[in-house]
């Protein structure tokens, strides 16, 4: 059974954090990485969630929101990777998802080291 392991955080304590911190940290993830070894399938950092884009169909109509969008009746229930050329393939992609028609799908860029 494989099992995502979505990381929440303060983002904006991130954006604080200095180089000493952001060093303790990924050595931190490299040790965990270690211990973890081969149970790790794939692993991603995201690009902050001021780069989302929240995608809903309704009525046949494509809706998007800039940002996240959380709401307690909705809750994070899987994920796909697509490789698409911009965020508009992606929109269009996201809105064929079959989630898209009842609740929403969030587009994030994944972040490139």
Same mark, same amino acid.
């Given at each position: 059974?494989?099992?995502?392991?979505?990381?929440?955080?303060?983002?904006?304590?991130?954006?604080?954090?200095?180089?000493?911190?952001?060093?303790?940290?990924?050595?931190?993830?490299?040790?965990?990485?270690? $211990?973890?070894?081969?149970?790790?399938?794939?692993?991603? %950092?995201?690009? #902050?969630?001021?780069?989302?884009?929240? @995608?809903?169909? *309704?009525?046949?109509?494509?809706?998007?929101?800039?940002?996240?969008?959380?709401?307690?009746?909705?809750?994070?229930?899987?994920?796909?990777?697509?490789?698409? $050329?911009?965020?508009?393939?992606?929109?269009?992609?996201? %809105?064929?998802? #079959?989630?898209?028609?009842?609740?929403? @799908?969030?587009? *994030?860029?994944?972040?490139?080291?």
């Amino acid at each position: 059974m494989r099992y995502m392991m979505l990381i929440y955080g303060n983002e904006a304590a991130g954006a604080e954090a200095t180089e000493a911190d952001w060093q303790e940290t990924m050595q931190a993830y490299n040790a965990f990485q270690a $211990e973890a070894g081969e149970r790790i399938l794939s692993g991603d %950092a995201l690009h #902050p969630t001021s780069t989302a884009t929240t @995608v809903r169909l *309704r009525d046949g109509n494509v809706l998007t929101t800039d940002g996240p969008f959380a709401e307690t009746k909705e809750q994070l229930g899987g994920f796909y990777i697509l490789n698409c $050329e911009n965020l508009d393939e992606a929109i269009a992609m996201a %809105a064929k998802i #079959p989630g898209a028609k009842h609740g929403c @799908v969030e587009v *994030r860029p994944i972040m490139e080291f």
